[in-house]
Nanobody
Framework: QVRFVESGGGSVQAGGSLRLSCVAS????????MGWFRQTPSNNREGVAT???????RYAESVDGRFTISRDNAKKTLYLQMDNLNPEDTGMYYC?????????????????????WGQGTQVTVSS
């Protein structure tokens, strides 16, 4: 099992930026998919962005062009740079890990494909 500590959430005004970090500990595989998901009181856990071990990225349509997912392998850290935030981006953001890389599963942005999850960091965007 991979454990995560997320940070970087907070409260910002619309148009602002935040950078989320997710530090992994424990054994990590060579082949994997990592992702960021968010959850609001009215929605299921929604896939925001994923990054495969081959470098392939996938973004939800609602964040494409505004968010950037990246990683630092040496630091075992996954990042989500969020720019031009709007109130619809408000939610609890989670990082997640899928053992083994499957491009279709990774690109699906489906939470059910991921096995290990962090505790989440809250993002609140005010208008």
């Amino acid at each position: 099992q991979v454990r995560f500590v997320e940070s970087g959430g907070g409260s910002v005004q619309a148009g602002g930026s935040l950078r989320l970090s997710c530090v992994a500990s424990g054994y990590t595989a060579v082949s994997y998919c990592m992702g960021w998901f968010r959850q609001t009181p009215s929605n299921n856990r929604e896939g925001v962005a994923t990054l495969g071990s081959d470098g392939t990225t996938r973004y939800a349509e609602s964040v494409d062009g505004r968010f950037t997912i990246s990683r630092d392998n040496a630091k075992k850290t996954l990042y989500l740079q969020m720019d031009n935030l709007n109130p619809e981006d408000t939610g609890m953001y989670y990082c997640a890990y899928k053992w083994g890389y499957n491009r279709n599963a990774c690109n699906s942005l489906q939470a059910t494909a991921f096995q290990d999850w962090g505790q989440g960091t809250q993002v609140t965007v005010s208008s």
